[in-house]
């Protein structure tokens, strides 16, 4: 075969990429020469964000009880706080709480037990006592801790009897410190547009309310013991009273309720297992709720509306709430973004703190729960209706 050269053209094009193929090796490119820098300059780029300010303080936290809530939900949310952080613990189990201070960077020496809770006083780093024990235990431990000079929230229910509450609202007053009840959903925006959706009666005004909040609790447990102040009225069952309060903006003036208590099941030697009690508000609002701890799982809320309903289901769980709304035939199925309960609870409280304000569950919030709750044992005890003094629920 004869020989032949190759096609200039081609030629050229070999030519070229070879030359394009040195100029990347070398880092040279389109008029890009030696002096062109391969790292940036050391002039800070135009866009880069700062600060542009101190940052937000901390406040600092005494979480008291390392149960099941604190171990569990409390503690793990300060990860996601921007205005708190734990910096003391109390607890009967020292051991355990040398592993908990150890895993959230806990000074040793902050580790207190309950002869020694009232030395808190002598702490700078602690701005805020958490009480998360046993509802007998809540009325004591937050006294002590407003006498000992902190700020202090408590769980819910605030305390085993209105005279409790009354006293603890008096401490608070005389210590001049905040006192806060954890009442979570105060502070997430599902039930937060739901009290805004009422509130401007959104869907008419409201007839009735059903809620159900029942779990299977299984022994040993402190919810079944009636010294520790157990009972599914005051544990699960206040967030149905407390939602009531929070729809309707009112609070109850008559109250029924029944008991069950099963004889064939241990569990249920000292408290109910199951209570259904109806709430009656002036304006006529009539509430129908339910609170078992030996039942299948029902964390719920309907709202019945002149012209809508407003349901939330789960209403009362730690994450992963529903909300719908109903209009003739239109369902809407609504969409916002999730929070940390506890974390939003605590900031919410730090800012008070801070800056303060009052809360926006204060004491006064939980005595009017606990009115309530004893107007039910009461009634569940008496087989009679119980009439409340009305007083208007605070702005919420």
Known sequence: MPHTSPDPSRRRFVQTAGSLGALLAGGHLLGADKETPLAPPNKQPDDLELPKGPQPRKTGWAIVGLGTLALGE??????????????????GHPEKAKKVAAGYGINPKHIYDYDNYDKLADNPDVDVIYIILPNSMHAEYTIRGLKAGKHVLCEKPMAVSVKECQEMIAASEEARKKLMIAYRLHYEPFNRRVMELCAKKAFGPIRTISSSNCQNVKAPNIRLSKKLGGG???????????????????????????????????RFREVPESVVYTLRFPSGVVASCDCSFGSAPSRRYRIHCAKGLIDMDPAFSYNGLRLFLEEGNKREDVRLEEVNHFAAEMDHFAACVQHDRKPHTPGEEGLADMRVIEAIEESSRTGKSVHLEHRSASKR
């Open 232 to 266: 599914p009225v005051g544990d699960v069952g206040i967030y149905s009273i407390n939602a009531t309060r929070y729809i309707t903006r009112e609070e109850p003036i008559e109250v029924s309720a029944f008991a069950q208590q099963p004889k064939d099941d241990p």
């Open 74 to 91: 409390v503690l793990p949310a300060f990860a996601q706080c921007k205005l708190s952080r734990p910096t003391a613990l109390v607890s």
